[in-house]
Nanobody, 124 residues
Framework: QVQLVESGGGLVQAGGSLRLSCEAS????????MGWFRQAPGKEREFVAS????????YYADSVKGRFTISRDNAKNTAYLQMNKLTAEDTAVYYC?????????????????WGQGTQVTVSS
């Protein structure tokens, strides 16, 4: 099995920044894509960003494009989500997810493994 552990969430003022980390452990794959999703109170979980194994391709939700950056360090089995210019609308539980394939997709069903989530709260 694969374990994903997110960290880096917390409380931040509007306009501030946070960097989330997601470390994978357990079963390894030769190639895998990583994604970040979030779920705000009373809303469905939604796609935020994804990245291919090489890091050469990244994808973002329109709502975060230009403010968030996804990256990864394969030597550390870790993916990151740098979040800048945060607003109250970014308040949510953030989840990382792993796809043992190369899709780096935007749908939840494309990911087989999920972390427990980390809370991000942005005060306005």
């Amino acid at each position: 099995q694969v374990q994903l552990v997110e960290s880096g969430g917390g409380l931040v003022q509007a306009g501030g920044s946070l960097r989330l980390s997601c470390e994978a452990s357990g079963r390894t794959f030769s190639r895998y894509s990583m994604g970040w999703f979030r779920q705000a109170p009373g809303k469905e979980r939604e796609f935020v960003a994804s990245i291919t194994w090489s890091g050469g391709s990244t994808y973002y939700a329109d709502s975060v494009k230009g403010r968030f950056t996804i990256s990864r360090d394969n030597a550390k089995n870790t993916a990151y989500l740098q979040m800048n210019k945060l607003t109250a609308e970014d308040t949510a539980v953030y989840y990382c997810a792993l796809d043992p394939g190369v899709r780096a997709g935007k749908r939840e069903d494309e990911y087989d493994y999920w972390g427990q989530g980390t809370q991000v709260t942005v005060s306005s």
